[in-house]
T-cell receptor
Framework: DQQVKQNSPSLSVQEGRISILNCDYT??????FLWYKKYPAEGPTFLIS?????DKNEDGRFTVFLNKSAKHLSLHIVPSQPGDSAVYFC??????????FGTGTRLTIIP | DAGVIQSPRHEVTEMGQEVTLRCKPI?????LFWYRQTMMRGLELLIY????????DSGMPEDRFSAKMPNASFSTLKIQPSEPRDSAVYFC????????????FGPGTRLLVL
């Protein structure tokens, strides 16, 4: 039972445009959400997070939006750069140390 | 800091053999996690430790899998006997606790069981 879902396995975006990666979850008790970025042959690296008491968190070109009523979060990257090409994982936490990850979305930035 | 260190980076073995994966967490981190990545299921948490004590091993697939953390700077994940369906990338991660910061992942061990 996949509690965190990333329904788009891949996404291609033109350089300079906005990339929007989506994530849905089923457990309304999740209270902390994270995005990780993964390059080939490397481990995932933390990108940005958001607490359930917020609906938006911004860090430079990266913004995460949380819609609790829809159980949906999204990561916006503006403007997209070639170095953003990677696999992006969303993850959710129940207030303990267990992170539940989605299956990932492969983002390709087209120069 | 060198980050989370995992060895070996690649492992190819035959079905039935014992496999041992190793991890050195970031110094000072008191949480250590073992994850497995597959195409079908993404990143799954297998087990995590706090101060060298296993806290939750509910993600360990079956008795063939075992994990130990004999001290704060070393952990192992053992598969005995290995099976082809164990082929995956295994990641170790460490943290100070999620409220203090997200876990840092190692580079992973790519395991292929023939």
């Amino acid at each position: 039972d996949q509690q965190v879902k990333q329904n788009s396995p891949s996404l291609s975006v033109q350089e300079g445009r906005i990339s929007i990666l989506n994530c849905d979850y089923t457990n309304s008790m999740f209270d902390y959400f994270l995005w990780y970025k993964k390059y080939p042959a490397e481990g995932p690296t933390f990108l940005i997070s958001i607490s359930s008491i917020k609906d938006k968190n911004e860090d430079g070109r990266f913004t995460v939006f949380l819609n609790k009523s829809a159980k949906h979060l999204s990561l916006h990257i503006v403007p997209s750069q070639p170095g953003d090409s990677a696999v992006y994982f969303c993850a959710a936490n129940l207030g303990n140390e267990k992170l539940t990850f989605g299956t990932g979305t492969r983002l390709t930035i087209i120069p | 800091d060198a980050g989370v260190i995992q060895s070996p980076r690649h492992e190819v073995t035959e079905m039935g053999q014992e496999v041992t994966l190793r991890c050195k967490p970031i110094s000072g981190h008191d949480y250590l996690f073992w994850y497995r990545q597959t195409m079908m299921r993404g990143l799954e948490l297998l087990i995590y430790f706090n101060n060298n004590v296993p806290i939750d091993d509910s993600g360990m697939p079956e008795d063939r899998f075992s994990a130990k953390m004999p001290n704060a700077s070393f952990s192992t994940l053992k598969i005995q006997p290995s099976e082809p369906r164990d082929s995956a990338v295994y990641f170790c991660a460490s943290s100070l606790g999620v409220l203090a910061g997200a876990p840092f992942f190692g580079p992973g061990t790519r395991l292929l069981v023939l």
